[in-house]
């Protein structure tokens, strides 16, 4: 790339989803950064955009007094995935399926593009360091439900191992399900027990290999 993106170009970039870097703008925008070689097409419907590697270096590499803040839209338009707790809001219904349903389809398309061999199978280098987010968006697409608004499910939480995070479930069935859910994703997954409360969890890992 030549030069820099422009001003429109790189409020895009700034806007993308933290999760996936799903792309919102006009075609001529996005048909500029693909060009640019910062944005991607995604080959299926409904074909949305996606940063490549190099956008995601632009945006992580803006320095803060220069980067315009980004707003998340009324009724939560920017997506993440739901880690589970009681103080996460809910979200259910066809919207958030196929929101979710996008999200990971895009990042096994960052897995194809950033994982030196091209391999989907296993977690790439965004994953590792976004280790809650990414065991998350894993069990929700899965169609695992979180634990929130009064209902039981999932919770992902980060611990003090590297690359590692503990999944807790309601009951022993639920944590099964969920290990073989993380296994399918390229995840390593052992069950453990908490030796004060005799809790059971998962401490799940990104497989390397």
Do not use: K
Request: charged share 25%; glycine share 10%; net charge neutral.
């Amino acid at each position: 790339m030549s030069r820099p993106p422009t001003a429109a170009q790189r409020r895009v970039i700034d806007a993308a989803e933290p999760v996936t870097g799903r792309l919102r703008g006009t075609e001529a925008q996005l048909a500029a950064l693909v060009e640019r070689g910062l944005a991607f097409r995604h080959p299926r419907p409904p074909h949305d955009h996606f940063l490549t590697p190099a956008g995601h270096r632009i945006r992580e590499a803006v320095p803060a007094e220069d980067a315009e803040p980004v707003v998340p839209p009324a009724g939560g338009g920017v997506f993440a995935a739901r880690v589970g707790g009681d103080d996460e809001e809910a979200a259910a219904g066809p919207s958030r399926v196929r929101e979710v349903h996008s999200a990971w389809q895009g990042l096994v398309e960052l897995r194809r593009m950033t994982n030196p061999d091209g391999a989907t199978d296993r977690p790439c280098s965004w994953e590792r360091t976004h280790l809650v987010r990414a065991a998350a968006l894993a069990l929700e697409a899965a169609g695992h439900r979180p634990e929130g608004g009064g209902a039981d499910g999932y919770r992902v939480r980060a611990t003090p191992q590297p690359e590692a995070v503990a999944v807790y479930a309601p009951d022993g069935a639920a944590l099964r399900s969920c290990a073989a859910t993380l296994e399918r994703a390229g995840w390593q997954a052992g069950e453990y027990t908490e030796p004060r409360t005799r809790a059971r969890y998962l401490l799940a890992s990104p497989r390397r290999v």
